[in-house]
Nanobody, 120 residues
Framework: QVQLVESGGGLVQAGGSLRLSCAAS????????MGWYRQAPGKQRELVAI???????NYADSVKGRFTISRDNAKNTVYLQMSSLKPEDTALYYC??????????????WGQGTQVTVSS
């Protein structure tokens, strides 16, 4: 069994910063991509940022220059440093990982979500 556990959400004023963390645990052979998605009320879930095991990162245009994704492969953990936060960043943020439980058994896993609220 595999779990993704997120932490670090909360309430912050516009212009402030937050750091999200997500740790994967359980029966893990290897982890490929790890990342963050978000879903605001009434909107579809969207990609925020994703990073490969080799450290290559991609970002949504809306967060480029403000958010930084990183990961610690030894700890099976991915981070999202969010700066210059805007009210439109308010959403439920979900951790994502493509995890192999064996060399041939790969699945997508999601965290339970952590709320980020940015007040104006």
């Amino acid at each position: 069994q595999v779990q993704l556990v997120e932490s670090g959400g909360g309430l912050v004023q516009a212009g402030g910063s937050l750091r999200l963390s997500c740790a994967a645990s359980g029966s893990i052979f290897s982890i490929n991509g790890m990342g963050w998605y978000r879903q605001a009320p009434g909107k579809q879930r969207e990609l925020v940022a994703i990073i490969t095991s080799g450290g290559m990162a991609n970002y949504a245009d809306s967060v480029k220059g403000r958010f930084t994704i990183s990961r610690d492969n030894a700890k099976n953990t991915v981070y999202l440093q969010m700066s210059s936060l805007k009210p439109e960043d308010t959403a439920l943020y979900y951790c994502y990982a493509l995890i192999g439980r064996t060399a041939t058994m790969w699945d997508n896993y999601w965290g339970q979500g952590t709320q980020v609220t940015v007040s104006s």
